[in-house]
């Protein structure tokens, strides 16, 4: 039987990757529906070639995708909030999610994951990390820490200094995975590091002292797990995002797809690794002390460091004014415990609101 799917951000960068696999696994899939974000002729194209029930562009329609039945799974890939209230809905329609959004876990991962259990739903994690730690966990109960890889992005080997008078090109500029610009930015920040470790949080349900982030530039030990007896297992291969979408949509069964070349130890012949600089990287330990917190000091996190992203990327701030906008917002945030959605999107708005306007005041003006 062919396993239904409908794919939310189906033009974007984890979008367009798993119709490449769809099409190598086409009698596996029936695909109902596919949600563009902007890129009408691409999803036109796409609706074309993959011939699905029906296809929608921006917000409207996500609804309605999520609230169709006919769906054994949904693939979640657009960025930004708009990924949560769908997914929700999807969940409490009995849908299993691939989950690549990051904003549905940092932002409501608490309800997200109680919602899944209600409706016994699965959270299949596509992003490399979270789903390597997906494959190596056999029995979550035997498990004491989960230990993160990082590959330090463009400015591992830079000075401090240099990363503060670093360009947005520079910025870009990542050594291992090609990725949305936003994602770049925090990959070189690690602030994307910080985020996932909030998301594996509650994808495992682990205390953060729990989780630990290793740099390894090589990006070829996806994540791993370490065993209460000291045993580590660690799911390894040639970085390619293609791998974990295929598992993450095609759990729990593997099909070879799109395999990647055959893995080589000999090729590889050495792997490095070393401990996070939190004085280069302070972002990632500003993400520790917010995902402690809880409750909304993750919402305002994201909201606060996605604004000054922009305005990165917009040429109004420089890189590291990144952290310290983000920590000025997070600093001045009063956290609501277990918020409601509605309380959760109105911390995010506020927080964008806030964001703004502190930047126009001290950076562009200036
Ligand atoms: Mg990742």
């Excluded at 769908?86 to 991962?109: F, H, Q, S, W, Y």
């Excluded at 606060?304 to 305005?311: G, I, L």
Aim: charged share 25%; proline share 3%; with cysteine.
């Amino acid at each position: 039987m062919k396993r239904k799917i409908s794919i939310i951000g189906s033009t974007g960068s984890i979008g367009t990757q798993a119709l490449e696999v769809i099409e190598k696994l086409r009698d596996k899939f029936e695909i109902i529906a596919l949600a563009g974000g902007h890129n009408k002729e691409l999803l036109a194209k796409q609706a074309e070639k993959f011939k699905p029930r029906y296809n929608c562009l921006g917000e409207e329609g996500l609804e309605k995708i999520c609230s169709d039945k006919e769906n054994d799974i949904i693939l979640v890939a657009c960025s930004g909030k708009i990924g949560l209230k769908p997914t929700l809905t999807a969940i409490r329609n009995g849908i299993d999610i691939a989950l690549a959004n990051k904003e549905t876990l940092v932002m409501a991962g608490d309800i997200v994951m109680a919602e899944a259990e209600k409706y016994g739903v699965n959270i299949i994690p596509v992003d490399s990390e979270h789903c390597a730690i997906h494959q190596c966990i056999k029995d979550i109960n035997q498990v004491d820490k989960l230990i993160i890889t990082a590959s330090g992005g463009p400015f591992l080997k830079k000075s401090v200094e240099d990363m503060k008078n670093a360009t947005v090109e520079q910025a870009l500029a990542h050594p291992r995975w090609n990725m949305g610009k936003k994602i770049t930015v925090d990959s070189a920040t690690l602030m994307n590091k910080g985020l996932e470790i909030i998301e594996a949080h509650h994808l495992f349900g682990f205390d953060y002292d729990n989780i630990d982030v290793v740099v390894h530039p090589q990006s070829i030990v996806h994540s791993a797990i370490e065993y209460k007896d000291g045993s580590v297992i660690a799911q390894i291969g040639l970085p390619s995002m293609h791998i974990p979408i295929q598992y993450a949509i095609t759990y729990p069964e593997r099909f070879e797809g799109i395999k990647s070349k055959s893995f080589s130890f000999s090729e590889i012949a050495r792997l490095d690794f070393e401990k996070p600089d939190y004085e280069k990287f302070p972002t990632l330990k500003l993400a520790y002390e917010m995902g402690k917190l809880g409750g909304t000091a993750t919402v305002c996190l994201n909201a606060a460091n996605e604004e000054a992203v922009f305005a990165f990327l917009d040429g109004k701030i420089k890189l590291y004014d990144i952290y310290k906008i983000t920590k000025k917002m997070c600093d001045e945030h009063k956290v609501i415990k277990n918020p409601t959605i509605d309380e959760i999107m109105a911390v995010d708005k506020e927080v964008r609101e806030q964001t703004q306007q502190f930047i126009n005041l001290n950076f562009v003006l200036k």
